[in-house]
């Protein structure tokens, strides 16, 4: 798939089609229909961002080491989806991207749109508490626009959560499961967590912003000691770093293929429940009003679990769940 | 009520409270600590405001006749209420108030911030259809954070439908009832709009934006002739004029009123049933899955309109509501 990139990104492709050999500047200008100045200007840009790339002036320049950063053009280089992440905005670093995102939808950014930045100096985690974003995680908001009704928006969690565990687990040695509503574990301890807002006439969806943060090639450093029994990373459960563009790629095919599938909810949920870290655990939940303790054993088609408290079978939207002892609402 | 005017805008206060009589420059300059090029400069604005003010070098300036327009200092003067409206932001023209409310909500502006336009170019009414609104209405929206579920913000129409119903009561000789979830009529025909908006997590509301549009001094010229046995405009009805600004006060304090009691929304629904045009009625609703015909009969608590289907008793969120055999879904 080389569709929508841009002439002068196409620099980049080019680069990684030539396997380490040399291209001629006049070659990429010709090819490109772009001046070497472009060209070169093009070249800096890249270096820039990261990437090796050797220049001679006489047969001009080849790729030594890619940068893995999420560049658009990376990203969409071997992107196999037809609207999730066909447009991509990047950032080095932002305050949020949910922030930027929920801006551009309301300024009428289509679906599928991707806002991606290498770090967040403010990642926002659900009602308002901090999520920390360091550079080597993948920090990503992407837009949708779902024709639903505000009170089924609640799966963009569900869709999401199912992506992330998914493509975890596919390029990864670890075995992450889900904690309902919105973490997803390895072991007992977090290792993404996603933030869903929306904007929404009180009938329908005017877009709902997905916000994905995967603790992916950093260390335990970045979080405070405190949390360290509550958080992980991937590479720090596996020692071995991941293609960051890859993991991205991977995750944009598996949110369009689960997004095909929003109003046939009950099969994403059922592909869901086999990741569920919660169903069958001891669970207290806590909302503003209580605090009760019981044992989830199911999730309900409208997306609520369902708790046994003593004899009775109650059903919660929301709410901080803990399992066993340990609490898992704080830390990222 | 003389609260946060700025010293520059109480030039306005000053010349009624002078009641028609002259006010020198330097008067005016030293009671506000402001240069009298400033004050120059804010009669200058007044004038292309619209209001009628003599001038004269040596005696000063004195106020003729007022605009009804609704400058912030306007509404301001008399407006008794601590939150709503004490923040105004205030267009001659804008696409769509809500539209503006919702930039300045996600840029953090506080709740009861108010936007009023003397007109809207592109007014939209709930989904995303057009919303007539020419000089001499009133386009009004509200900023609200009330901490609650997304699944509650339905309330804020209520609120609104309630306000502008007794406002429209208390000012003018009309009788207008509310039809359900937001419209006001006058006799059978719409004379009031409301859209709500919101920005939300899934668990808690971040913003509702309320808009409210109110055909009030205008003729039914402004409409397309076919919706001439749908909508009328209070003028059109009585033949006289209200104070815009004496109108979007009292609307105002409504509001504050009303939004005090969110949490016993048991009280405002009772309130609210006073006026409802539909409840009692043989209705038809229609939602994007079907259309039945009975009787509405009730509210429930939750804001659902009670219908008698047959010998069935059905819940309705939302749909059009079509009453007898004339349909009010379509016009402003």
């Excluded at 950063?69 to 949910?98: A, M």
């Excluded at 598996?254 to 599938?261: G, P, S, T």
């Amino acid at each position: 798939m080389r569709k929508n990139l841009g002439r002068r990104e196409k620099v980049l492709d080019l680069l990684y089609q030539a396997e380490g050999n040399y291209l001629s500047g006049e070659e990429l200008s010709n090819k490109l229909g772009v001046s070497r100045t472009t060209i070169w200007k093009y070249i800096k840009y890249l270096r820039e961002a990261g990437y090796h790339i050797d220049s001679s002036s006489k047969i001009g320049y080849r790729l030594i080491t890619p940068a893995d950063n999420l560049l658009p053009e990376e990203i969409k280089r071997n992107l196999n989806t037809d609207v999730i992440g066909q447009k991509i905005i990047y950032y080095k670093e932002i305050e949020s991207t949910n922030d930027a995102a929920k801006k551009l939808a309301q300024s009428g950014l289509k679906e599928g749109t991707i806002v991606v930045s290498e770090e967040q100096k403010k990642g926002k985690g659900r009602l308002g508490r901090e999520f920390c974003s360091p550079l080597g995680g993948i920090w990503i908001s992407c837009i949708l626009r779902p024709d639903i009704k505000p009170t089924l928006a609640t799966r963009a969690t569900y869709i999401a959560s199912l992506a992330i565990v998914k493509t975890i687990n596919k390029l990864s040695d670890v075995d992450a499961n889900i904690k309902w509503p919105n973490d997803i574990l390895v072991g007992d301890k977090k290792v993404s967590g996603i933030l869903t807002e929306m904007g929404a006439e009180l009938d329908r969806v005017d877009y709902l912003v997905v916000g994905m943060g995967i603790n992916l090639n950093f260390t335990l450093d970045s979080f405070d000691k405190s949390l360290h029994n509550k958080v992980t990373t991937i590479y720090h459960e596996t020692g071995k770093k991941i293609s960051r563009v890859k993991f991205v790629q991977v995750l944009l095919e598996e949110i369009e293929a689960i997004y095909q599938k929003l109003n046939d909810f009950e099969d994403i949920l059922e592909e869901w429940k086999e990741y569920s870290y919660t169903i069958g655990k001891k669970v207290q939940v806590e909302s503003s009003k209580e605090k009760v303790s019981g044992t989830a054993i199911d999730i309900a088609s409208d997306g609520a679990l369902i708790v046994k408290v003593g004899n009775e079978i109650r059903k919660f939207y929301s709410g901080e769940v803990s399992l066993g002892h340990s609490n898992f609402s704080s830390g990222n």
